[in-house]
């Protein structure tokens, strides 16, 4: 292999090199080391160019994050590098079952490109469009390389929006054990574990091998709203003029029951009574309530329970992470190299899903039976009868007011009238505490690796194998509906109030732990070459030539629905849909999916880079990269221009321009069946409503029977089975700036950029089809009776996206003799612009700095978040460090500018939500042989998250902000030798 020297250059190369690295965090290893001379630093891969170089070269904004960085700043998963990086913006509530991913640009993790040494992992297998960053192995992580400019010239789909690139250890000697904890002030709940174990054996240099093998393991317990209640009190809200509204009667343990079924949303008639009311409704399951109308002038009073949300919701789920990582490297001799890398991870997040009832059409029906033959029946001895007002006959659903007191609910009072009636009821398995489904993922990757030098070219060659798998499975809180029932219908079960101890048992014989109800898998496989050579000599250096071939093969797997619940029809044939689709089941809460296929397709690509240093201040890069994909049937071409220019050793100056695109995924493409989901709704032609996306505030058109068309349970697919229309997005962007030493160890770095997409692929959202039914009259397909059968949602070339923004770095570096070395730097993005349509030709609608409900704003990003993406106009990190001797320390500040509330809640003003500051403080220690102690406070100021009277929030702001509020860190590191 060719080994190319870096001749002596001006300072600011290798302070560029420097600052992008970021290689002066408090807990460098060589932070206060003599530097090593310039002639001795080699060229290297840098993300976002075939050709190896010094980092401080490239004409690509490239930021390097190394893990001693990461560890100083109070990160205890990659998760916090990807909320904090500026570059990043938040989607949603950070709160995805598929871990967290990264955002570039805030262009959504489909079109941000996740690699694992320059290589591609298998995506995860359920959208088949991101990797999370939870499969990455930390402990034997060197750095994180953030491209933050659109890449598809050399890596191809999904970098229009950036690179990041997570660099593992070249090579290990010795061994490494770590243990980390992250403590909430409060209690230990929400706290996160973990420890980590590195050995390697071998000498690159003097024994020509080297092998090396990591694991890591991490857990997080979740937390629960009633661990931060002060975040969730609604009386406290309502003095900060938020308005909280009282709630419903939602589905409770402790069940409101009346004399007629259920529709799916809870019909009027199902929950009039509730003997808990006047006690309480037995904490912590329930809450007492007067019905959300109960403020309304005049009032409308609906006594009754509801489900206590401080139980019941999480805030954070949980999750376990283990990595496993090994690489072995040989030399052979002469220049030439050969490597194996072989990961293995898998983790699992604890989703939870609150209590769950029986109110899908997936369910055999929406409510349960008591029968008066039971114990539990109101009346018979255990639960009480209720007083009510008005008529009293007991018979068939009549169903007299409720008495509450005599102001309330005057009139007179007598006890209900049962009359052995049958009781009909919605109810939820409270003792069983909040469902959480465990959403397990696993990332296996082998790549074999060459590179070595014959006839004068550089080869680097590679095969690579990745597979990944997603298991979806109920983990606790979920039951059979039919079990269930018959412990009603023999009086095991108690809807109304706390069960006995048969009732318990028999609850946890009915719950269904740990059933795998979806699975999918994901396979890439691909065999690359990139040959590299130096054609002539120019005035600042070689022209070199770098040629690369790829070719791919992605492959999707999804598993048939498991059939041991799904229910039988009178013919014995299982109860599925024409498309496969499971039409019932008695899981109480979730529904067995999938449709056995198998899909795949080939890409088939070549990249030509060429780097020309013109000149001493002069260099130019072009790049050009071909792709075809077999189910596309088509090939798109992404051209790269970047000009680098340093007049002086003070200032560097550079640009780049390129095009990009986005393949549809496998998925999009080719997905064998519907995705089906429910919604309860007004049909906006037969039961139209001045506020259609309000169900139940509709009228129903003549002729049209109510029930049917107004506040009616309605499918709508998110996926559809045909998408050949579907083709790639395509992007233009550019970038302009540089890097700037006005005095001597102070590094500025400063980048303006621009992108464009068109084509962009999005679903349409059900708001749109419910304000507007005309225009997309053929998206509601209906039935012969002329009610929706099911509305289309799914994917589609809709609109555009025009963004433009600025990166600004900065790091100075202070020596003294006496009192160590200081580092200050700071890392932010400011944007300009971010404007998109939701379909070709609309509307752009503004999206930096602002909140919103409207749901045109999850257009961007529809399947990855149900709520509006977050565009701060400025975000930063900044930290100060110092090191002397063997004790270092660091303060860092995460930093988010405010935003303008535009759709508070009804009968607020509260439209202001401020910036949010966080602070993180650490000291090391590493005095003691072989040992290194980090002692840290992650959020010290005890911040949290800011108010917003936004109706997808809770009057807090949770996305993106610490909800642990102060917590405490360490971590100890033995090297045994």
């Not at 995805?96 to 690699?115: D, E, I, S, Y």
């Not at 259920?262 to 008639?269: C, D, F, K, L, M």
């Not at 069983?432 to 990332?443: F, H, I, K, P, T």
Request: aromatic share 8%; glycine share 10%.
């Amino acid at each position: 292999m060719t080994s190319n020297r870096l001749p002596a250059t001006a300072r600011l190369s290798l302070c560029a090199a420097a600052v992008l690295s970021l290689v002066h965090g408090a807990h460098a290893q060589a932070a206060d080391a003599p530097a090593t001379p310039v002639n001795t630093i080699e060229r290297i891969s840098v993300t976002g160019s075939s050709i190896k170089r010094l980092a401080g070269e490239t004409a690509l904004p490239v930021s390097v994050n190394k893990s001693e960085e990461l560890e100083a700043r109070g990160h205890t998963e990659l998760k916090d590098l990807l909320l904090e990086l500026p570059q990043s913006q938040s989607l949603g509530t950070n709160s995805g079952a598929a871990g967290p991913v990264l955002n570039l640009r805030g262009l959504g993790p489909m079109r941000t490109l996740t690699l694992l040494n320059g290589r591609r992992l298998a995506n995860e297998p359920l959208q088949d469009q991101y990797v999370s960053a939870n499969v990455i192995p930390r402990i034997a992580l060197d750095r994180a390389e953030t491209l933050r400019d659109g890449a598809s010239s050399i890596y191809g789909s999904d970098a229009i929006g950036g690179v990041q690139n997570f660099v593992t250890k070249d090579s290990f000697q010795g061994a490494k054990i770590k243990v980390e904890l992250n403590a909430p002030r409060r209690s230990s709940v929400g706290q996160t574990n973990a420890i980590g174990f590195i050995a390697g054996i071998g000498d690159l240099a003097a024994d020509g091998w080297n092998v090396y093998g990591a694991y890591d393991f991490q857990s997080k317990g979740a937390l629960m709203q009633g661990d931060r209640p002060e975040l969730f009190d609604g009386s406290a809200l309502n003095q900060l003029g938020l308005l909280v509204a009282p709630s419903a009667k939602n589905q409770s343990p402790i069940a409101n029951y009346g004399f007629a079924p259920a529709s799916a949303s809870g019909g009027a008639n199902n929950n009039n009574y509730n003997s808990s009311f006047a006690t309480g409704c037995v904490a912590p399951y329930s809450l007492p309530t007067l019905g959300a109308a109960s403020l309304n002038t005049p009032p409308t009073y609906a006594p009754g329970c509801y489900r206590d949300p401080n139980f019941f919701t999480a805030v954070s789920d949980g999750s376990e992470i283990t990595n496993m990582f090994g690489k072995a490297t040989m030399n052979l001799g002469q220049g030439h190299r050969i490597s194996a890398e072989l990961l293995h991870s898998a983790f699992t997040v604890k989703k939870y899903r609150g209590m769950q009832i029986n109110s899908s059409s997936n369910e055999p029906v929406t409510y349960y039976t008591i029968p008066s033959t039971s114990k539990f029946y109101p009346g018979k001895g255990i639960t009480p009868l209720v007083n009510v007002i008005g008529s009293n006959t007991g018979l068939g659903t009549n169903s007299p007011t409720m008495f509450i007191d005599p102001v309330k609910t005057p009139g007179v009072v007598s006890p209900l009238n049962m009359n052995n009636r049958t009781v009909y009821f919605q109810w939820g398995p409270g003792e069983l505490g909040s469902a959480y489904r465990n959403d397990e993922q696993v990332n296996d990757r082998l790549v074999l690796a060459a590179e070595g030098s014959v006839w004068n070219w550089d080869y680097r060659v590679g095969l690579n194998y990745g597979h990944s798998q997603r298991n979806t499975a109920t983990g606790g809180g979920y039951i059979l509906f039919s079990k269930a029932q018959e412990g009603f219908t023999n009086g095991i079960l108690n809807p109304f109030g706390p069960q006995d101890a048969a009732g318990l048992e028999y609850l946890k014989s009915i719950e269904l732990r740990d059933y795998v109800y979806r699975k999918n898998e994901a396979f890439n496989k691909s065999v690359d070459a990139t040959l590299t050579r130096e054609l002539m000599q120019l005035g600042g250096g070689p022209l070199t030539l770098a040629v690369t071939g790829e070719l791919r093969r992605d492959e999707a797997k999804v598993h048939a629905a498991p059939l041991d619940y799904v229910a039988k029809l009178p013919n014995g044939n299982y109860n599925i849909s024409s498309a496969g689709v499971v039409v019932k089941d008695d899981i109480v809460g979730e529904n067995p999916t999938g449709v056995a296929a198998k899909l795949h397709r080939n890409i088939k690509s070549a990249v030509i880079e060429l780097d020309a240093p013109l000149t001493k201040q002069w260099s130019v890069n072009g790049a050009v990269r071909s792709d075809t994909y077999s189910d596309l049937k088509t090939t798109t071409v992404n051209p790269k221009l970047s000009v680098r220019f340093q007049p002086t050793t003070e200032v560097m100056l550079r640009a780049s321009a390129n095009t990009g695109f986005r393949a549809p995924s496998i998925m999009d493409i080719q997905n064998p069946t519907p995705e089906v989901r429910q919604i309860v709704m007004d049909d906006p032609v037969l039961c139209p409503s001045p506020t259609p996306l309000i169900a139940g505030s509709g009228t129903a058109a003549p002729n049209t029977d109510p029930v049917k068309v107004c506040n009616a349970t309605t499918d709508y697919w998110t996926k559809s089975p045909d998408n050949s229309h579907l083709k790639p997005e395509k992007s233009k962007g550019w970038a302009v700036g540089g890097a700037f030493e006005p005095v001597r160890g102070l590094l500025v770095t400063v980048d303006y950029w621009s992108v464009k997409l068109n084509d962009v692929l999005g679903a349409l959202t059900l708001a749109e089809v419910q304000q507007q039914p005309g225009k997309y009259s053929a998206n509601i397909l209906r039935k012969a009776d002329g009610t929706i059968d099911h509305i289309l949602t799914s994917q589609a070339n809709r609109g555009d996206m025009d963004m433009r923004g600025l990166d600004v770095a900065a790091t100075y570096q202070l020596r003294t003799n006496s009192w160590g070395v200081f580092n200050f730097k700071l890392d932010g993005t400011y944007y300009d612009k971010y404007a998109f349509s939701v379909e070709k030709g609309g509307e752009m609608l503004q999206d930096v700095g602002i909140l919103t409900t409207d749901a045109r704003y999850t257009g961007p990003n529809a399947g990855l978040a149900t709520t509006q993406q977050i565009i701060y106009r400025w975000k930063h990190t900044a930290a100060v460090n110092w090191r002397l001797g063997n004790w270092s320390t660091q303060l860092s500040q995460r930093y988010s500018s405010g935003l303008t509330d535009l759709t508070p809640r009804a009968g607020s003003t509260y439209t202001d939500v401020k910036p949010y500051k966080q602070y993180n403080v650490s000291a090391a220690f590493s005095g003691i042989k072989n040992v290194k102690l980090v002692f840290g406070i992650n959020n010290l100021t005890n911040v949290y998250p800011v108010l917003t009277a936004n109706g997808n929030y809770n009057g807090y702001l949770t996305s993106g902000a610490d909800i642990l509020g102060r917590s405490y860190r360490f971590s100890a590191e033995y090297t045994f030798f």
